[in-house]
């Protein structure tokens, strides 16, 4: 806080006769607003995540009470040293809770590392807070604490640490947040930013302020204040993402949280008002606001209930789709056993005729066990229920896997097919990088009626490429945008119709989400057509 330089003690008293509507306006709200939050956040949830919000919540509270008594007691010597000397530890503090909160609430983890780190940083501030390293005295004559310069730096150092320890956990956290859904992505970065901007407007306000004071240019620490009005707007964020994007899994609080801000926003103009039209303008716009936040909430609490029971119909839409597809998937398997006990030889001698018969009824069972494992994946899309299992595999191998499921299928069809899969490493979700090669593959043996057909791994610039190239009917400039859509087909009327139009835009969303891409090349239709995915290529060396 540096130096508090008001002249003489009737200064002292002018100055917060005029800037006392001012603290309590930024300073009771944001208390409010923390209290309310940060409790009943852990009233219902009981986590550590809740924990230490409500921990940040209560040094927050308690630094903002301080600082309205020092300004109140600008009187008592002996009480603005104690109460004035606890700033550093609870700033201190107020920065650590509020990076473990946003680590806690991007990765639900603390690495030991960081409490560790945290740790040594907090113990001089804990140490020097009983010492005159912190409060030196106070000059009675103008009213004024003298701090020590280098421990009031330390602690505002500490806000820029969090900040890049802030920093640190949001990039840990989008290099790994292909698993997150655009709803739970979308709450994340608003809860970095928002915490950001209060870590920064408290450190910057609070920093500035020492300085400008301490130098003669400001008068008093009003400047401060406006650092301490962004925890509202923190708060207020962290409800909006309650809300909007199911942050603690919470009810009503969030739409309660904005109303009782309003509520005492607009309450707290009662004490700058000097007229009796003033207060009746006032109080009419309370009424109305309070008549309007109860309406929200009733609002909100409906829709909460109506996206429950969508949530619960899409629940069980999903069950029965998993239900279904095992139970269809039980008798298409063993019709494809029987058919390949025909193909094998293991029922006997069988004609040229019952042998194809019998390698198309394996051929239309694959197809049909393709399509329900697309609409299945394209249910767990819409749930949010798609997951990864990143790790490094050899892309060569696996498209040299796939590539062999498939010759019989081509040699069945008269078509040439070839692989060419030196081994190079790459990282991803190895089971959904076959599944989308495979759908594929099945699709250019679906559009390739004579020709042949390849598949080729490569390297590209640091990336590694697995191409499928056909000859078959090729696919037009006005079809190729449109290509990874829902629902969208190429040239269905010349070739199998079986298909569902999902397997290329699943494929995309697999290989986007292991951050990758793929893509289609296409001179025109008659012409064959190129798909292409590419991955980044890692060495383990």
Known sequence: MGYNLL???????????????????????????????????????????????????????????????????YDRPSLQIAIWSLFGLLTAFTFFFTHWFIQLYLSKTTPDWLIYTWGLLLTPIIMLTPTGFNVKGIDSQVCAVVENNAFTNYYYFLGLVATLLIFFSTYQWYRDSITDTRAERNGKWIVIVSGL????????????????????????????????????????????????????????????????????????????????????????????????????????????????????????????????????????????????????????????????????????????????????????????????????????????????????????????FSATTPSVMTKGDLGKFKEVLGNILDNSLKYTRTGSISVAVSEH?????????????????????????????ADAQKANLLGTGLGLYLGRTFIEGMGGKVWAESEGKDKGSRFIIELDKINLT
């Open 7 to 73: 002249p003489f003690l009737v200064a002292c008293s002018n100055t917060l006769s005029e800037t006392f509507p001012l603290l309590l306006y930024t300073h009771i709200p944001a208390m409010c607003l923390s209290a309310l939050f940060g409790f009943y956040v852990l009233y219902n949830t009981r986590t550590l995540q809740a924990v230490v919000l409500c921990l940040l919540s209560v040094t927050f509270i308690l630094w903002t009470f301080a600082d309205i008594t020092v300004w109140v007691f």
């Open 197 to 416: 901007l209060f870590i920064f407007a408290f450190v910057f306000t609070g920093t500035l302020d020492s300085y400008l004071v301490s130098a003669g240019f400001l008068p008093d620490f009003g400047l401060e204040m406006y650092g301490v009005a962004t925890m509202s707007f923190f708060i207020g964020m962290l409800a909006y993402a309650t809300v909007q994007y199911g942050a603690f899994n919470l009810k009503l609080v969030a739409a309660q949280a904005l109303v009782v801000a309003l509520v005492v926003s607009v309450g707290s103009e009662f004490l700058f008002v000097s007229s009796e039209m003033a207060y009746v303008l006032v109080g009419c716009s309370l009424f109305l606001i309070s008549g309007f936040g109860y309406l929200l909430v009733r609002s909100v609490n409906a829709e909460i209930k109506a996206r429950a029971e969508v949530e619960k119909l899409s629940q069980e839409k999903s069950e029965f789709m998993a239900f279904a597809s095992h139970e269809i998937r039980n008798p298409i398997t063993a019709m494809r056993g029987y058919a390949s006990l025909i193909t094998d030889g293991t029922t006997g001698e069988t004609n040229k005729d019952t042998t194809r018969a019998a390698n198309q009824i394996l051929l239309t069972g694959d197809d049909v066990l393709r399509l329900i494992s697309q609409f299945l994946d394209r249910s767990k899309m819409e749930l949010g229920q798609i997951a990864y299992s990143i790790a490094p595999f050899d892309i060569g191998l696996a498209v040299s896997q796939v590539a062999d499921g498939f010759r019989p299928h081509a040699a069945d069809r008269g078509l040439q």
């Open 461 to 489: 610039d640091g990336k590694v490429r697995a191409t499928v190239s056909d000859t078959g009917v090729g696919i037009p400039p006005e079809v190729l945008p449109k290509l990874f859509q829902k629902f969208a087909r």
